[in-house]
């Protein structure tokens, strides 16, 4: 017999989870949400992944790395001499924690505030919308909804021949908490989680190799903006070693020695650390009683619909755990559209328009479509490209390295794809992403007023470009 009945419970309060809960509460719904996150200090911490283990650590450590090299190796070119510039990692983590708890805290005053029943534990989806919850050291009991969402994200991908040990060979999760700086940093996989910390700690004095299996670098982004990247992460002293196939791994006396093939033959590298960052994948492992009927793929993720809707009526699952990038914002946007279908409101979401970051320096960010899937679906475009170089701003800030790129149909002129690699490229993005969501053309940019002298006039030139126009670069008419 079900115990305290819901309009709606939510297992899992990472971004994806959370937010669905505060938006269904907004809506007037009673709401749960059950998650079993505890910090380091065994204390619950709502925010899954994502603030946890994820995007906010990351930042938070690729911020006080790239003040750190300023300091030590850029500052002098203000004028400004630093006489001696030291690392205290300690400190460093110390305020990466305090970030990351001030912002956990929040989210549980958020649900405090909004009226959103925080239930601290395991939850588990039973058969007729029931869902058993069992507190941290306490007994299960049944819950009853009727609706459910399924929002339990993701957990990293282990590989037979590296595992985790904690110490040697670490998931992001590790990376994000070592204790001393590595002299020598392996990392498996050169996506976006290898680039961000091996970013940091590289920036904090490690030598970084990258083992990348493909062949093609970010493979995911514009071709000439993942060329452009290549290039200066390498000069940064990156070493990224692409199409090398890691074949074992082996730990002796505090070093990791990783075997991998490349075009070239077999190798061999010494690591004091390894960091594997190879993809995660969800995590569905007993989330789902074996007598309700749920599909899900090979790797657990749960089917859905566009609308998150699983194969069990009522039921709907969201963020990491479904189709589509494992981004925190894909997740959130989710939720809110599932909160709002089911308090009876026609909501969608156009997962065309969710736009990547990745938070290397400089930033790559992207959304819509890149030249190569234009190139591939046949669709006429023009292409715009405004470089940093060009921009008195980025001058004065000396942040001259990378572009706006934009597509645009070639017929109607609307934007199909914009791809930014630069300084703030994080912040730059959001202008495509507004203009592409109000359908806007590259004409519609180039009769906008910029404010002088921002970053963001690069977009505007972009669009010229587009236009066979720009100002600020010598191009021939078209
Ligand atoms: P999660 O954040 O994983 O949250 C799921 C929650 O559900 C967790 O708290 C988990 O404990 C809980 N849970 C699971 N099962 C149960 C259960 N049965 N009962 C109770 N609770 C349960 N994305 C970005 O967009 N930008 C970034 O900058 C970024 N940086 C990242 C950096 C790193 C190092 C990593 C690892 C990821 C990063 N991501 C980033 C990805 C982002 O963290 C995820 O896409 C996002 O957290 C997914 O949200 P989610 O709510 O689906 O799942
Ligand atoms: P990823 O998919 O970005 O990169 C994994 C890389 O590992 C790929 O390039 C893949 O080719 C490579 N790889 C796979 N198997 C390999 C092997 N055996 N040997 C060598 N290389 C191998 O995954 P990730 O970097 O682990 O990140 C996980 C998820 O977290 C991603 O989906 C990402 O979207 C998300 N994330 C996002 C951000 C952000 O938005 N800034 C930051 C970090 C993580």
New binding site residues.
């Given amino acids: 017999m079900a115990g305290k009945q819901y309009d709606l419970i939510v297992?899992?309060?990472?971004?994806?989870?959370?937010v669905a809960a505060l938006r269904a509460a907004q809506l007037g719904l009673s709401t749960a949400c059950?998650?079993?996150?505890r910090d380091p200090a065994g204390k619950p911490a709502?925010?899954?992944?994502?603030?946890?283990?994820?995007?906010i650590?990351?930042?938070a450590l690729l911020e006080s790395s790239e003040l750190y090299e300023h300091a030590a190796e850029k500052l002098k070119h203000h004028g400004v001499n630093c006489r001696s510039v030291d690392l205290d990692l300690k400190a460093m983590m110390t305020r990466k924690e305090q970030v990351v708890s001030t912002l956990t805290q929040g989210v549980a005053g958020l649900f405090k505030a909004s009226g959103v029943d925080w239930l601290q534990?395991?939850?588990?989806l039973l058969a007729g919308h029931e869902v058993e919850f069992t507190p941290h050291d306490g007994k299960p009991q049944t819950l009853a909804a009727k609706h459910v969402i399924l929002?339990?994200?993701?957990v990293?991908v282990e590989v037979g021949f590296a595992p985790f040990d904690g110490e040697h060979v670490v998931d992001?999760?590790g990376a994000?908490a070592f204790d001393a700086v590595p002299k020598r940093l392996g990392i498996i996989g050169a996506g976006?989680?290898g680039l961000?910390?091996g970013s940091v700690w590289r920036r904090l004095g490690a030598k970084v190799v990258l083992l990348e299996a493909q062949e093609n670098f970010l493979a995911m982004a514009d071709a000439q903006v993942a060329r452009d990247a290549l290039k200066v992460f390498t000069q940064q002293g990156l070493d990224i070693r692409l199409g090398a196939r890691v074949t074992e791994t082996k730990v002796h006396d505090g070093t990791v020695k990783v075997g991998y093939q490349d075009a070239s033959g077999k190798h061999s590298v010494s690591f004091d650390r390894l960091v594997v960052a190879v993809g995660?994948v969800p995590?569905t492992d007993?989330?789902i009683a074996d007598e309700v009927e749920m599909v899900r793929d090979e790797r657990g993720a749960i089917h859905v619909d566009e609308f998150c809707q699983t194969s069990v009526p009522g039921v709907y699952a969201?963020?990491?755990?479904v189709r589509g990038p494992?981004?925190?914002?894909?997740?959130s946007e989710e939720g809110i559209m599932v909160a709002e279908r089911i308090a009876g409101h026609a909501a969608t979401l156009d997962y065309e328009l969710i736009p990547n970051?990745v938070?290397t320096l400089p930033e790559i960010a992207w959304v819509g479509r890149t030249e190569e899937q234009l190139k591939a679906a046949g669709t006429p475009y023009r292409s715009g490209v405004f470089p940093f170089a060009a921009s008195g701003r980025a001058r004065a800030m000396e942040a001259t390295t990378g572009m706006v790129k934009i597509l645009a149909h070639a017929e109607t002129d609307r934007i199909l794809g914009m791809h930014v690699i630069g300084a703030h490229a994080s912040e730059l993005i959001a202008e495509g992403v507004v203009a592409m969501n109000f359908g806007a053309s590259s004409e519609d940019i180039a009769l906008t007023t910029f404010a002088h002298p921002t970053l963001s006039e690069a977009v505007r030139e972009a669009a010229l470009d587009v236009l066979g126009r720009p100002l600020h670069i010598a191009r021939r008419r078209r």
Wanted: aromatic share 6%; with cysteine.
């Fill in positions: 297992i899992g309060a990472g971004p994806a989870g959370y059950i998650d079993r996150w709502p925010g899954g992944t994502c603030l946890n283990v994820g995007c650590p990351s930042k534990g395991n939850g588990r929002a339990p994200g993701s990293p992001s999760s994000l976006v989680i961000e910390l995660r995590a007993g989330l969201i963020g990491d755990a494992m981004l925190a914002h894909k997740g970051v938070y």
